[in-house]
Nanobody, 116 residues
Framework: QVQLVESGGGLVQAGGSLRLSCKASGRIFNIKTMGWFRQAPGKQRELVAG???????HYADSVKGRFTISRDNAKNTVNLQMNSLKPEDTAVYYC??????????WGQGTQVTVSS
């Protein structure tokens, strides 16, 4: 059983910053990708940022230059530093780890709200 515990969401004004963290525990095998997805009301869940076991990163165009993903393999954690936040970044953010993005294990979600 794998558990993902997220932290760091909250309410922030536009232009502010938040840092999300996700810690994985349990029987963790064959994890090749770690990522953050988000889902806003009425929209599909989308991949915001991801990082592979080799350290390659991927960012959605909408967050490039503002968000930074990092991972600590020894601690089984993945972090998302979010700067210059915009109201359109408001969503529930989900941590995901697995064999590829969107597969296997999900966190419970953490709300990020950016006020204008």
């Amino acid at each position: 059983q794998v558990q993902l515990v997220e932290s760091g969401g909250g309410l922030v004004q536009a232009g502010g910053s938040l840092r999300l963290s996700c810690k994985a525990s349990g029987r963790i095998f064959n994890i090749k990708t770690m990522g953050w997805f988000r889902q806003a009301p009425g929209k599909q869940r989308e991949l915001v940022a991801g990082i592979t076991s080799g350290g390659s990163t991927h960012y959605a165009d909408s967050v490039k230059g503002r968000f930074t993903i990092s991972r600590d393999n020894a601690k089984n954690t993945v972090n998302l530093q979010m700067n210059s936040l915009k109201p359109e970044d408001t969503a529930v953010y989900y941590c995901n780890i697995g064999r590829n993005y969107g597969l296997d294990y999900w966190g419970q979600g953490t709300q990020v709200t950016v006020s204008s």
